[in-house]
T-cell receptor, first 111, second 110 residues
């Protein structure tokens, strides 16, 4: 199984800060994603990446950008953090269009 | 677009009883379905999957049932244990698009 590592488990940032959430896989899969998870709303797709330098907006891309310079790393960027971006962020990899492997999640609090 | 839902948000069961968690999906073209378990403070983990050409699949203590007629998916956990306490959610897959349900929080009462 592929291992997905997110750089931080817990993060507290101030409103207006630029925030980087890092995600690294230990294999060579093309498809990677970022979701946010909120109570009652489930998982909502922020961005999807098909390969290096290739990205596609998900359902809620506003306020976020992404970077995929190397195949193993997919970064989520909050350009100017706001309190409504307080959430659990999950990144992961899709393998063979049949399985999604998730990182352990980053719980971000914006104060 | 696809929607996945109709989970009960919470479910409590006695230790040793069987648990049934339900999920509904809207896209009849979904070709694959997956159940995930997410423990507190962790990322979701794969439990079991089923292809659309099947109606039942069994794993260790878990069974997934798929009813394509009513677009309904269920996860049955036999002899529920305290370690089964977690949030469970389903995903329907079409191509490389995953659609996740909102999840059911299962609490096992000792």
């Amino acid at each position: 199984d592929v291992k997905v590592t997110q750089s931080s488990r817990y993060l507290v940032k101030r409103t207006g800060e630029k925030v980087f959430l890092e995600c690294v896989q230990d294999m060579d899969h093309e498809n990677m994603f970022w979701y946010r998870q909120d109570p009652g709303l489930g998982l909502r797709l922020i961005y999807f990446s098909y390969d290096v330098k290739m990205k596609e907006k998900g359902d809620i891309p506003e306020g976020y950008s992404v970077s995929r310079e190397k195949k193993e790393r997919f970064s989520l960027i909050l350009e100017s953090a706001s309190t409504n971006q307080t959430s659990m962020y999950l990144c992961g990899v899709i393998v063979m269009n049949t399985e999604a492997f998730f990182g352990q999640g980053t719980r971000l609090t914006v104060v | 677009g696809e929607s996945v839902g109709l989970h009960l948000p919470t479910l409590s069961v006695q230790e040793g009883d069987n648990s049934i968690i339900n999920c509904a999906y809207s896209n009849s073209a979904s070709d694959y379905f997956i159940w995930y378990k997410q423990e507190s403070g962790k990322g979701p983990q794969f439990i079991i999957d089923i292809r659309s050409n099947m109606d039942k699949r069994q794993g260790q203590r878990v069974t997934v049932l798929l009813n394509k007629t009513v677009k309904h998916l269920s996860l049955q956990i036999a002899a529920t244990q305290p370690g089964d306490s977690a949030v469970y959610f389903c995903a329907s897959v079409h191509g490389n698009q995953f659609y996740f349900g909102t999840g059911t929080s299962l609490t096992v009462i000792p």
